[in-house]
């Protein structure tokens, strides 16, 4: 059973920083993507950041500056930190990857982790 595994959410106050993990597992052939995405109380599903195995990343223009996204591709690992986190930054943030699996591509996505900003 192949399976996305988060954690590192929280409760943090406004200016503080956070550190998402998401580890894949299970008969896993291959990683194309790595990635992170939010969803806040009544608003639409949104990409945080996304990184392939080569490396190079792409970032929602709201994080821009403020996150970082890393893979370690032994471990099939992916981590989100967080900095200057904002109360807009207040949501489940679920992990996503297309991944190989039983000779098939397709998206696979984490339970999610709540994050909450507030003071």
């Known amino acids: 059973q192949v399976q996305l595994v988060e954690s590192g959410g929280g409760l943090v106050q406004p200016g503080g920083s956070l550190r998402l993990s998401c580890a894949a597992s299970g008969s896993i052939f291959g990683i194309r993507v790595m990635g992170w995405y939010r969803q806040a109380p009544g608003k639409q599903r949104e990409s945080v950041a996304r990184i392939i195995t080569g490396g190079s990343a792409n970032y929602g223009d709201s994080v821009k500056g403020r996150f970082i996204i890393s893979r370690d591709n032994a471990k099939n690992t992916v981590y989100l930190q967080m900095n200057s986190l904002e109360p807009e930054d207040t949501a489940v943030y679920y992990c996503?990857?297309?991944?190989?699996?039983?000779?098939?591509?397709?998206?696979?996505w984490g339970q999610g982790t709540q994050v909450t900003v507030s003071s």
């Open positions: 996503n990857a297309i991944m190989k699996v039983a000779g098939t591509w397709d998206d696979y």
